[in-house]
């Protein structure tokens, strides 16, 4: 992970190093971020884990750690509240990806697992319920409270200038929707 101070002098540095395959980041508070920290295909196992790293000293707490069979640990947000939501994303396949609540070190709940779907890394929390995330197979923005009910459904416009079905996976990682963010 590196560091850009624009303030100081411009220059970037490491502030975080070692961790297998960093996918997406969030803040968590002043000092700290949190890490989804995937092991994508072609490593020897699955799934990944959340780390929160303050951004002074690097110390790291592992909060999740995931093994599975199919799909990565791309994503995570702490909502107000205090609960920690996971993006988990299956590529190439698309078939095995999940929203889940983080219950503990090893436990989970998931929220919603689709037939077909690519979760974005970053989602966004909601400042009435829940959070947002994306799916880019469906082209869609995904409203979800933290027990799984899915609150808004907003389609994004295929700006990719094709005419895949939304029946299909992805042909191109290019086309994923990764980052979701909400603007006053």
Do not use: N
């Given at each position: 992970l590196l560091e850009f101070d624009l303030e100081k002098d411009g220059e970037m540095r490491v502030?975080?190093?070692g961790l297998m395959e960093p996918s997406g980041l969030s803040s968590d508070g002043p000092d700290h971020v949190l890490i989804g920290n995937a092991r994508m295909p072609g490593g020897a196992e699955l799934g990944g884990e959340v780390v929160r790293m303050n951004v002074?000293?690097?110390?790291r707490e592992t909060l999740f750690n995931v093994n599975r069979t199919t799909g990565a640990m791309i994503g995570v947000i702490r909502l107000a509240d205090g609960t920690l939501i996971g993006s988990i994303s299956d590529?190439?396949?698309q078939v095995k990806s999940e929203i889940i609540r983080i219950?503990?070190?090893s436990q989970h709940t998931?929220?919603?697992q689709p037939d077909l779907a690519f979760f974005s890394a970053q989602m966004a929390p909601d400042p009435e319920e829940g959070f947002w995330v994306a799916e880019s197979v469906k082209r869609e923005l995904i409203r979800l409270n933290t027990e799984g009910k899915v609150l808004d459904r907003l389609k994004i416009d295929d700006c990719s200038g094709?005419?895949?079905?939304?029946?299909?996976?992805?042909a191109r990682a290019f086309d994923t929707l990764e980052s979701v963010r909400l603007v006053a």
């Open positions: 502030f975080g190093d002074h000293t690097g110390e590529w190439p396949d219950d503990g070190k998931p929220l919603l094709g005419a895949r079905p939304v029946t299909q996976p992805l």
